[in-house]
T-cell receptor, first 115, second 115 residues
Framework: NAGVTQTPKFRVLKTGQSMTLLCAQD?????MYWYRQDPGMGLRLIHY???????AKGEVPDGYNVSRLKKQNFLLGLESAAPSQTSVYFC??????????????FGQGTRLTVV | QKEVEQDPGPLSVPEGAIVSLNCTYS??????FMWYRQYSRKGPELLMY????GNKEDGRFTAQVDKSSKYISLFIRDSQPSDSATYLC???????????????FGQGTILTVHP
């Protein structure tokens, strides 16, 4: 099983450039998330989705947009990259069973540097 | 002040030592507590979870939750070099329902177990 796959794994952007990070999961999970991980900050939730066609803001959504046109894919967009968006980005997915949330499965991460 | 505080370490111990990792939190609505392990340049993986106060044991790992003190711990017995990783505590306000599996993470503790 591939689980959660993130594309690309590494990227260097110039300030002002745009890019899209792709997350794909093959576990038929309802919920998907984008987190960013910075030194000393842990993981912080950017945006999340509770189903196909739905998205919602997390803790640090500014400067990012997301879309979930298909259940298995969750895209994170940076319209105009800034150095403050240099980070490691993790996508995750999960589901609930009998009203209880299950564990979140994470991708391998995307290392983004904005210069 | 962050909702979840975790000492980032780093923590270095000899093989065979007992390791204690801790997190404190301020939001009394947190009900679902997890520990994730993250190896270098990998995504986090769930290690243990619990819904309630008390202890939960799994092999060499014991998770402890004290809701009255808003304090959780992870103990690792007979630590091994393969336990060297970053350990992240994570919490959710609800075991299901409208939390949608969203997690609030601590900063992570870097652990090194040397032979």
């Amino acid at each position: 099983n591939a689980g959660v796959t993130q594309t690309p794994k590494f990227r260097v952007l110039k300030t002002g450039q745009s890019m899209t990070l792709l997350c794909a999961q093959d576990m038929n999970h309802e919920y998907m998330y984008w987190y960013r991980q910075d030194p000393g900050m842990g993981l912080r939730l950017i945006h999340y989705s509770v189903g196909e066609g739905t998205t919602a803001k997390g803790e640090v959504p500014d400067g990012y947009n997301v879309s979930r046109l298909k259940k298995q894919n969750f895209l994170l967009g940076l319209e105009s990259a800034a150095p403050s968006q240099t980070s490691v980005y993790f996508c995750a997915s999960s589901y609930s069973i009998e009203g209880l949330n299950t564990e979140a499965f994470f991708g391998q991460g995307t290392r983004l540097t904005v210069v | 002040q962050k909702e979840v505080e975790q000492d980032p370490g780093p923590l270095s111990v000899p093989e065979g030592a007992i390791v204690s990792l801790n997190c404190t939190y301020s939001n009394s609505a947190f009900q679902y507590f997890m520990w994730y392990r993250q190896y270098s340049r990998k995504g986090p993986e769930l290690l243990m979870y619990t819904y309630s106060s008390g202890n939960k044991e799994d092999g060499r790992f014991t998770a402890q939750v004290d809701k009255s003190s808003k304090y959780i711990s992870l103990f690792i017995r007979d630590s091994q070099p393969s336990d060297s990783a970053t350990y992240l505590c994570a919490m959710s306000t609800n075991a299901g329902g409208t939390s949608y599996g969203k997690l609030t993470f601590g900063q992570g503790t870097i652990l090194t177990v040397h032979p």
